[in-house]
């Protein structure tokens, strides 16, 4: 019997071309969108979970506040005394292992080429062996960097510099500096935070050598012996950092080490990258498409029901009992629904590549490798045919015989009535996704043109952690003597985005035992003045600043540049602040300045007190202010000209401080430029089941429209009859969907200090532009319908 | 073999009752052959639709083959219908995505009837029918007549006690009529009871039997042999 239904569902599909062809495509772009989004899901939720040993592997966290703070905050990384201590006074851990950025240029020279390597990464011996990484050279050991100057690389890298040669033993050399190669690792997959091109031993530096408490840098890997022991580990090591700080000098902070599982770090953990919220964001944006487009396969079918009511009517005649008229139609939306499947699973295939590019995210994906993989599909057909096909099926094994022998249009209407409400539900999803996105734009946008005190605009960052002291200082005069260059500064990491936690302690007039958190930046000379941050009280840094702080005799003096808040933090006024000596983690020195608050991290949080102060240690970025009329191709042809001259071994490297900034709110622009792109497809669902709809509706009242025109009816008064009820069926979706997205966007809004208000013009433009695509889809149907000589509608009676 | 006593059915809209069959009284013996006459709206095909078990009756007794099924529920009458009853429609109501011989295989499908032996059966049949040589058409392939032939070997092919016709010629020209009138006959006289309703006085007089309705009751009797 399977077979005549087959045969039957296989015809029936041919005979409508047109409409099966609308129906499979709807839903093939609508499983296309939610494999995308799952791909996502499933690699972010993989998150370095594929290592053999990840129920073991724990990822150390550290926490400090200072007295007068109430949270602790977080960081990814530890002091290098970390992973020692942990091994050597807790059974527990079996390996500790410390990792860090190689922090040197990173330049590779072979005979014909030098490149830049980024990715490169410093780490203990133990690394491979505690991950249990699979090697393609050489074999898993704790000799693999155990010497200074070995190196472990990837395949990718093995192939770039070897070629089809053996690279064990080979030497590749790295800022001048021989490294041996121990082994060859495969590449890592893309879902790791262990993502490197090499792994390079720590033996050569001293401050691995050195344990120390302060300067959290490194990242800290424990292999446990047992995975239940996480809990347990974590007391110990509280009471441990308890007792050891109880008499640190530095009592003013507190310290917390967090004993994570590597599994939860990168969705669950404060100092994680990932973020929660846009996993559940996407599931609801897949969960939503999968059901738009289910809902829009059921509709079709469900309107053109009448068509097959014949067929139902003879078969049940003929004996046909009910299950078997579902199971038949049942069948052939499950076959329908498995083209559509693997239509979807094509394109899906073909454009992860162009998605995974377009959010940002670098995914490469193997599922086909796993068997599990076609169990999920095999049930998510199942699944979405008992979804898109159950309703119909059961609507069409319903239908009385005799109704529709007699010619009695059967259950058209009941299945169009289904086929409206479902409309609603579609719209309503599409009018949620457009309003949604218009929003998040909208905040984006205003983040981005947000005045945060410092200004951003016409700023090209160069990489200052390749230059030494003279280097810069040549670069720099060098690129003040262009016309198009109106300053250049630099700074240790970038204004938008600062990192480093100090504690200002030892304030004159506060008493010894005052000390606040702060925020601090070492910066060059000229920062103030390239990112035009007002001065509120003192004044600039001066050349005679800089010497003072750069005397290394006891005449050793900080001139400290700080905001607002942080006086105000200490109890100053603006002018008061000015002269008070203080202490910023062992720098001594007097507040020169006071500059008006300023944001130097993302939106989302309030302005804190920082400290600026001129220290010529390490700067990470070079800031060249560019004239706002100058051509910038020239300008950065110039730039790159006198960088060359200054460091011609170092390709040459830019980019605006804008995308540094951008780069800060990089999940919502992810997130926006997701929603934006689904939201176009679901109203293109939408918009697909309404014109089958809407033509099918036409079709369904030929004979009335033949006789109103007979009647005189005007082709405008036919194609607003036509056309006012499925837009009042958008106009409805509207309505539901205004509370639901108000309340969505509120919740969303509310993680930024600083938003948008929820404007309702933006309802009306979501609004308005969807009735107009509804309209216009409709009106396509009805202008035809209202066209056509109404003869020809009455003479088929 | 049909046992119709007292037989009321009413068609209720909200506001009107409209009565189609009033205290209708038929018996069908086995092997008749019963043209049902009358004009339109009298409640001829209301009577084939509750005799062929597609509509329930309101009131009185129905007994086929000395079982009463007035109460019975879809499912029996489904079982009792495709084992006992073949239709033929005016408009033949094949279906249009399967060819001859599927359409006329349906019936051995739903009654479970192993393929070898459907085959079998199926190709007997469109033999009878003369219409073996378009086995793998599709109905709109055929003329009218040869779709009507396609529809009584359908309704023949479970080898049914009954075969209830409504107009069977209604749509189809003088010569193709016969064909089909000549056809039911043939079954007639192979023991088949057919019970047919007709506007044609022509196509009555190959019956055993008229009956004459109007406004839903029977007002004459008459037997043509």
């Not at chain 1, 071994?649 to 995308?659: G, K, T, V």
């Not at chain 2, 052959?33 to 339109?40: E, I, L």
Request: with cysteine.
């Amino acid at each position: 019997m399977t077979q005549t239904y087959f045969k039957t569902a296989w015809r029936a599909i041919r005979k409508n071309q047109g409409f099966t062809f609308l129906n499979i495509f709807g839903l093939a772009m609508g499983i296309t969108c939610f494999m995308l989004l799952c791909a996502y899901l499933v690699h972010e939720w993989n998150y370095d979970r594929f290592y053999p040993n990840i129920d073991r592997l724990a990822w150390v966290s550290y926490g400090y506040k200072g007295d007068s703070e109430n949270e602790y905050q977080y960081v990814p990384t530890t002091p290098t005394a970390a992973a020692p201590t942990l091994k050597n006074e807790f059974a527990e851990v079996e390996e500790a292992i410390r990792l860090a950025e190689y922090s040197g240029e990173g330049v590779v020279k072979t005979a014909t080429q030098t490149v830049v390597e980024t990715q490169l990464m410093l780490a203990d011996e133990g690394f491979f062996q505690v991950l249990n990484y699979p090697f393609v050279q050489g074999a898993l050991s704790t000799e693999l960097l155990s010497e200074p100057y070995q190196i472990v690389i990837t395949q990718d890298l093995a192939k770039k510099y070897f070629r089809d040669q053996s690279a064990l033993g080979q030497t590749l050399v790295i800022d001048n500096q021989p490294w041996k190669v121990t082994g060859v690792v495969e590449n890592p997959p893309t879902n790791t935070r262990f993502n490197f091109h090499a792994v390079l031993s720590n033996k050569h530096l001293k401050r691995f050598q050195e344990q120390v408490w302060h300067s959290a840098n490194d990242v800290t890997l424990l292999l446990l012996k047992n995975a239940d022991s996480f809990d347990p580990l974590q007391k110990q090591v509280t009471a441990f950092i308890d007792q050891r700080f109880r008499t640190s000098p530095d009592k003013a902070a507190s310290v917390q080490v967090n004993i994570e599982k590597l599994s939860d770090v990168h969705l669950f953990s404060k100092a994680g990258r990932g973020n929660l919220m846009y996993i559940y964001i996407f599931a609801a944006l897949a969960v939503a498409i999968i059901v738009l487009a289910s809902v829009n396969f059921t509709n079709l079918i469900l309107a053109r029901s009448s068509e097959r009511a014949k067929e139902v009517g003879v078969k049940k005649v003929l004996g046909a009992a009910r299950y078997a008229i579902f199971y038949q139609f049942l069948l052939e939306c499950a076959l329908m629904i498995s083209i559509a499947t693997l239509i979807g699973l094509f394109f899906t295939w073909l454009l992860l590549p162009a998605f995974s590019q377009y959010i940002g995210v670098e995914m490469q994906l193997q599922l086909w490798r796993e068997p599990l993989f076609y169990l999920a599909l095999i049930l998510f057909t199942v699944f979405m045919s008992l979804l898109g096909g159950g309703w119909p099926a059961w609507m069409i094994s319903c239908l009385r015989p005799l109704r529709i022998l007699k010619g009695k249009g059967a259950t058209a209407k009941e299945g169009f009535g289904s086929a409206k409400a479902l409309v609603v539900l579609q719209f309503c999803i599409s009018l949620l996704f457009i309003t949604c996105t218009l929003f998040a734009t909208r905040q984006l946008q205003f983040l981005q043109q947000t005045n945060t005190g410092l200004n951003r605009e016409q700023v090209i960052v160069l990489n200052g952690s390749v230059l030494k002291d003279a280097d810069r200082t040549a670069l720099k005069n060098d690129l003040l003597r262009l016309n198009a260059v109106k300053g250049v500064t630099a700074s240790y990491d970038s204004p938008v985005s600062v990192q480093g936690g100090y504690t200002a302690s030892d304030i004159e007039g506060k008493g010894n035992d005052v000390a606040i958190s702060v925020t601090a930046i070492p910066v060059e000379k000229d920062f103030l003045t390239v990112f035009e941050i007002p001065i509120v009280a003192g004044e600039n840094l001066t050349e005679a600043d800089i010497l003072r702080a750069r005397d290394t005799s006891t005449a050793q003096e900080y001139s400290f540049m700080i905001n607002k808040l942080a006086a105000q933090a200490m109890g100053f006024s603006q002018d008061e602040a000015i002269g008070k000596r203080m202490n910023l983690n062992g720098r001594i020195g007097r507040i020169k300045t006071v500059v008006d608050n300023f944001n130097f991290a993302s939106l989302k949080e309030e302005v804190q007190p920082i400290v600026i102060f001129p220290e010529y240690d390490y700067f990470g970025n070079i800031f060249v202010k560019v004239d706002q009329h100058a051509d910038m191709a020239a300008t950065l042809g110039a730039i790159g000209a006198s960088w060359k001259r200054i460091k011609p071994d170092i390709p040459f490297e830019s980019h605006f401080l804008d995308d540094d900034y951008a780069a800060l709110y990089k999940h919502e622009r992810q997130t926006a430029k997701i929603m934006g792109l689904f939201s176009g497809i679901t109203i293109s669902i939408a918009c697909l089941g309404l014109f089958a709809l809407s033509a099918y509706a036409a079709q369904q009242r030929i004979k009335e429209i033949g006789i109103r025109k007979v009647l005189g009816a005007s082709v405008a008064r036919i194609v607003t009859l036509l056309t006012i009820d499925f837009v009042t069926l958008v106009i409805i979706a509207l309505c539901i969907s205004i509370p639901i997205t108000w309340w969505i966007m509120h919740r969303w809004l509310e993680e930024f200090t600083y938003h948008i208000n929820i404007e309702w013009w933006i309802f009306l433009i979501a609004g308005v532009a969807t009735i107009a695509i509804a309209f216009l889809t409709v009106s396509f149907q009805a202008i035809r319908a209202a066209l056509a000589n109404p003869i020809n509608s009455l003479r088929d009676e | 073999m049909i046992k119709i006593t007292n037989l009321q059915k009413f068609y209720r809209t909200e506001e009107v009752e409209t009565v189609a069959l009033n205290d209708l009284n038929i018996h069908v013996q086995e092997g008749e052959f019963v043209a049902v006459m009358g004009p339109s709206g009298c409640g001829k095909s209301t009577l084939l639709n509750i005799i062929g078990l597609l509509d329930d009756l309101d009131e009185g007794s129905y007994v086929f083959n000395n079982v009463e099924v007035a109460k019975f529920n879809e499912r029996k009458r489904s079982d009792l219908r495709k084992h006992n009853i073949g239709f033929v429609f005016q408009s033949f109501n094949l279906i249009d995505e399967l060819t001859v011989f599927e359409n006329v295989e349906l019936p051995l499908i739903y009654t479970n009837v192993p393929a070898a032996e459907r085959k079998k059966r199926v190709e007997e049949v469109l033999e009878k029918v003369q219409i073996m040589h378009r086995r793998n058409h599709f109905p709109q392939q055929l003329s009218g007549g040869q779709q009507q032939r396609v529809a009584v070997a359908r309704a023949v092919v479970n080898n049914p006690k009954l075969i209830l016709a409504d107009e069977p010629t209604g749509n189809l020209d003088s010569s193709n009529g016969n064909e089909v009138m000549n056809l039911l006959t043939e079954l007639n006289e192979a023991g088949t009871t057919i019970v047919m309703v007709t506007h044609s006085e022509h196509d009555a007089k190959f019956s055993d039997r008229v009956i004459r309705m109007l406004d839903g009751q029977v007002i004459m009797e008459t037997t043509t042999v």
